[in-house]
């Protein structure tokens, strides 16, 4: 089973500024099959990056993926109020399907 | 509009059933599969298995071979899980989400908007 392990636990930034999401991965995911979600309270995730570094529908282009192998960024360049949520990576290319332990960005 | 529509809240008593229904509307049932992860409270999300919205093949998490079970109803584009032998340890947020294709290995572009089960005596 693949482990992905997400970090900082917690990111404190005011609107405005950028936040760097990491994500690594205990061995190398395959073909780059890894995602990135958005989750608020109460709701279910939402798609931002699929790929590793391709936007989902309708998401706005403050935020960005990259990485390959078992090291993997989420970018947000700069922060709106809405983003403020809980981030989650998944590696779908190896069974089962995983998720990291989430990153919290919160308003400072 | 592409969604996918959860049945509502439970509340089980230890070692009971549950079955969560997904339906979904907008778009071919047949071209996507379904997958369903679990959220406990304050755990990290867990995918338990998947459907092959076409063929009706599955396959299951380790973790949850043997207490889960994943159906579909093609007439009526809905899935469905049942996870039997309920603990307290399954109480948790349960989603059902779309992959972008047939195939297990993709990423969920649409989710439900989870199901609550509660699990108490």
């Known amino acids: 089973e693949i482990v992905l392990t997400q970090s900082p636990g917690t990111l404190s930034l005011s609107p405005g500024e950028r936040a760097t999401l990491s994500c690594r991965a205990s061995?190398?995911?395959?073909?780059?099959?890894l995602a990135w979600y958005q989750q608020k309270p109460g709701q279910a995730p939402r798609l931002l990056i699929y790929?590793?570094?391709s936007r989902a529908a309708a998401v706005p282009d403050r935020f960005s993926g990259s990485g390959s192998g078992t090291d993997f960024t989420l970018t947000i360049s700069r922060l709106e109020p809405e983003d403020f949520a809980v981030y989650y990576c998944?590696?779908?290319?190896?069974?089962?399907?995983?998720f990291g332990g989430g990153t919290k960005v919160e308003i400072k | 509009q592409v969604q996918l529509v959860q049945s509502g809240a439970e509340v089980k008593k230890p070692g009971a059933s549950v079955k969560v229904s997904c339906k979904a509307s907008?778009?071919?049932?047949?071209?996507?599969?379904i997958h369903w992860v679990r959220q406990a409270p304050g755990q990290r999300l867990e995918w338990m298995g998947w459907?092959?919205?076409?063929?009706?093949?599955?396959q299951y998490s380790q973790n949850f071979q043997g207490s889960v079970t994943i159906t579909r109803d093609t007439s009526a584009s809905t899935a469905y899980m049942e996870v039997s032998g309920l603990r307290s340890e399954d109480t948790a947020v349960y989603f059902c989400?779309?992959?972008?294709?047939?195939?297990?290995?993709?990423?969920?572009?649409?989710w439900g908007q989870g199901t609550l089960v509660t699990v108490s005596s």
């Open positions: 989400a779309r992959s972008r294709s047939t195939y297990m290995h993709d990423d969920f572009d649409i």
């Open positions: 907008g778009y071919n049932f047949m071209s996507h599969a």
């Open positions: 998944q590696q779908y290319g190896s069974s089962p399907l995983t």
């Open positions: 790929s590793a570094s």
């Open positions: 061995q190398s995911v395959s073909s780059s099959y």
């Open positions: 459907i092959n919205s076409a063929s009706g093949k599955t």
